[in-house]
């Protein structure tokens, strides 16, 4: 199973941007989704979470600024990021669970940077 992210880059505060993960070798099943996050010197956290009935999570940092969403049929989760901050500025590494909640894998992070 892999996990191939995309969509990062440069974007000024304010702008927007969407990142997208497609998971694909033997996929059976794939319960959660989602994204982290880790910048310079900081541990990496969680951004958005959602399950495979949809319910959605969010750090309160991101909370009505970023959605996640996902498409079943094509394995994919998806994080549209608006209002961006130079805060957002990170790594941002998708993940999911795939064929069992307990393997669990992450894709190779897309770097996102939000200028002043």
């Known amino acids: 199973v892999q996990l191939q992210a995309s969509g990062g880059g440069l974007v000024q505060t304010g702008g927007s941007m969407r990142l997208s993960c497609a998971a694909s070798g033997s996929i059976f099943s794939i319960n959660d989704m989602g994204w982290y996050r880790q910048a310079p010197g900081k541990q990496r956290e969680l951004v958005a979470d959602i399950t495979s009935g949809g319910s959605t999570k969010y750090a309160d940092s991101v909370k009505g600024r970023f959605t996640i969403s996902r498409d079943n049929a094509k394995n994919t989760v998806y994080l549209q990021m608006n209002s961006l901050k130079p805060e957002d500025t990170a790594v941002y590494y998708c993940?999911?669970?795939?064929?069992?909640?307990?393997?669990?894998?992450w894709g190779q992070g897309t770097q996102v940077t939000v200028s002043s």
């Open positions: 993940h999911a669970e795939v064929n069992s909640k307990w393997y669990v894998y």
